[in-house]
């Protein structure tokens, strides 16, 4: 697995008692008493790519980091993981290290204070497409938070993920929702996505995000009510729409609601995958699935959308089918925020399985499904899109 894109330090002080609302906790001039902070990597080489190795996949990270402190903390950090996961590190002296101050109180949805760095000198030629021969899948995250990505209306993007599926090797894309007010916050998206995704054969967006670029008006319609308009017919609409664009298959991620899953009804585009296609394929035809979250203990949620991602490739590279891929997914989800961290909550992959075979307790959807049928035997719900 090669894990690219996107790379931070994460500091994340504790919190010593949930907050009811962040009126309680960010106030001018109030001192608010915190615990010690945890250090870690983040974004989406770290968040997603060292879930992979901790799931015993062999994987390779590639993205760019400052001749700084926090670039000389971040490479650290991953040598402390395995020596080589800091390899295909990029270091440069044209820009500092990306860092983020991730608030995240339990009990309130996390907030981020992010500096991005030497992620915005992040360019196509930055990948080293002769190291990529033999390569199961290529992993690309967070191109909002890279400027060079999402410029010239992300011709970059399109000519790197371009370049690798020339390779043969199998792609999937994670966003991340830009701060409006910012200059990835005003680029037409929609545009960027048309160029990029026939080069995507998973597209692992979370459902905020994607409303974002695709339906502004309707995102800020919906304010900060999203979750109460979320449904299965909007999830169709979203999904429907990006395969069109060129995709393969469509994970979008629910927060707390769980996986969203459709795939092509081509049989043809998803056996032409590369070299990490669903084996099996017929069984990946056509599908509209949704798995609910497990039921745990959250401490913080801090990259549980990369890990969940995580948890979706190692299923599908593991050849499992759709349901248990996005099972999987979920699994592995859950198991990210029972730490305050991004990673350290992932067990290896056999461990994953284990505990799935447990009575480990499902949560319930509080999404309105109309049409949708719940499958007891396999733990997903079923679409009416779903052609199985």
Known sequence: MVVAGHICLDIIPTFERAGSDWTEILVPGKLVHVGGAVTATGGAVSNTGLAL????????????????????????????????????????????TSYTLVINPPGV???????????????????????????WLFHFGYPPLMRRMYANGGAELERLLRRVKELGVTTSLD????????????????????????????????????LFMLDRQRYDAMGQD???HLDGALLGEL????????????????????????TTDRITRLAGMGSCAPQGVRRWVGRELLA???QVTVTGTTGSGDCTIAGFLAGLAEGL????????????????????????????WAEVQQRMRTKWERGPTNLSLPGWEWDAESGVWRGPGDVR
């Open 53 to 96: 190795h901790r799931l015993g996949f062999p994987t390779r990270l590639m993205g760019k980091v400052g001749d700084d402190l926090f670039g000389h903390a971040v490479l650290e950090i991953l040598r402390g993981h395995h020596p080589a996961l800091a390899e295909g590190m990029l270091v440069t002296k044209e820009a500092p």
């Open 109 to 135: 949805d996390r907030m981020f204070l992010h500096c991005p760095g030497a992620n915005d000198t992040f360019g196509w030629q930055d990948v080293p497409y002769g190291e990529l021969a033999g390569a």
């Open 175 to 210: 966003m991340a929702k830009p701060d409006p007010a910012s200059a990835a916050g005003k680029v037409n998206w929609l545009e960027v996505l048309r160029r990029a995704l026939p080069s995507v054969d998973v597209f692992m967006p979370s459902a905020d995000e994607i």
């Open 226 to 228: 999203l979750g109460t």
């Open 239 to 262: 999904s429907e729409q990006l395969l069109r664009m060129g995709t393969r298959m469509v994970a979008l991620k629910l927060g707390a609601e769980g996986l969203y899953l459709r």
């Open 292 to 294: 609910p979250c497990f």
């Open 321 to 348: 089918g759709p349901e248990e891929t996005v099972t999987s997914a979920v699994a592995v989800g859950a198991c990210n925020v029972e730490k305050a961290d991004a990673t350290s909550g992932i067990p290896s």
